[in-house]
Nanobody
Framework: QVQLVESGGGSVQAGDSLRLTCAAS????????MGWFRQAPGKEREFVAS????????SYADSVKGRFTMSRDDAKNTVYLEMNSLKPADTAVYYC?????????????????WGQGTQVTVSS
């Protein structure tokens, strides 16, 4: 089973950029869908972005569309989330996740492998 480890979080100011990394350990993979989700204290986990591994087809939440970009590196078995023009509303713990299904999904329950999360804090 794939294990996921997020990194790259930190504290930044509004308007700054940040790149999150999700590295897979153990077996490599070339199928399924990878997703980024985020959760702020007192709120439910919400969809941010996803990428279909084979095709590279991406999907984004409306709240981040045009500001965030998800990508993958096949050789490193790694996905990234480039976050630009960050806002205080982006403050959350960001999680990467995987589903073996090669369909883009925004539902938490469709993902069966999760990383530990990385904190992103955006101040005004």
């Amino acid at each position: 089973q794939v294990q996921l480890v997020e990194s790259g979080g930190g504290s930044v100011q509004a308007g700054d950029s940040l790149r999150l990394t999700c590295a897979a350990s153990g077996r490599t993979f070339s199928s399924g869908t990878m997703g980024w989700f985020r959760q702020a204290p007192g709120k439910e986990r919400e969809f941010v972005a996803s990428i279909r591994w084979n095709s590279g087809s991406t999907s984004y939440a409306d709240s981040v569309k045009g500001r965030f970009t998800m990508s993958r590196d096949d050789a490193k078995n790694t996905v990234y989330l480039e976050m630009n023009s960050l806002k205080p509303a982006d403050t959350a713990v960001y999680y990467c996740a995987r589903t073996p299904i090669a369909l883009i999904s925004t539902r938490v329950k469709d993902y069966n492998t999760w990383g530990q999360g990385t904190q992103v804090t955006v101040s005004s």
